[in-house]
Nanobody
């Protein structure tokens, strides 16, 4: 059994910053990929960022250098530093961990609202 717990969302003004945190526990191997996705109301869920165990990171096109993902393999934690937030970043952000090709476990989600 694998559990994922994400946190750190909240209300922030445009141009502000938030830091999301995630911790995974359970039977996790050394090849697990961890990442963040988000769901904007009325749209499909989209990838925000992901990181391999070796530290290779990929970001959604909309990130444009504003977000940074970081990982601690020993603790199975993943953080997402989000800067210069915009109203269209408002969404529920979900942390996930993928084991092998198909087994993906999701956190419960954390709401991020960017509004003045």
């Amino acid at each position: 059994q694998v559990q994922v717990v994400d946190s750190g969302g909240g209300l922030v003004q445009p141009g502000g910053s938030l830091r999301l945190s995630c911790v995974a526990s359970g039977r996790i191997d050394n090849w697990a990929v961890m990442g963040w996705s988000r769901r904007i109301p009325g749209k499909d869920r989209e990838l925000v960022a992901q990181m391999t165990p070796s530290g290779t990171a990929n970001y959604g096109d909309f990130v444009k250098g504003r977000f940074t993902v970081a990982r601690d393999n020993a603790k199975n934690t993943l953080t997402l530093q989000m800067n210069n937030l915009r109203p269209d970043d408002t969404a529920i952000y979900y942390c996930w961990i993928r084991l092998g090709a198909t087994r993906k476990y999701w956190g419960q989600g954390t709401q991020v609202t960017v509004s003045s």
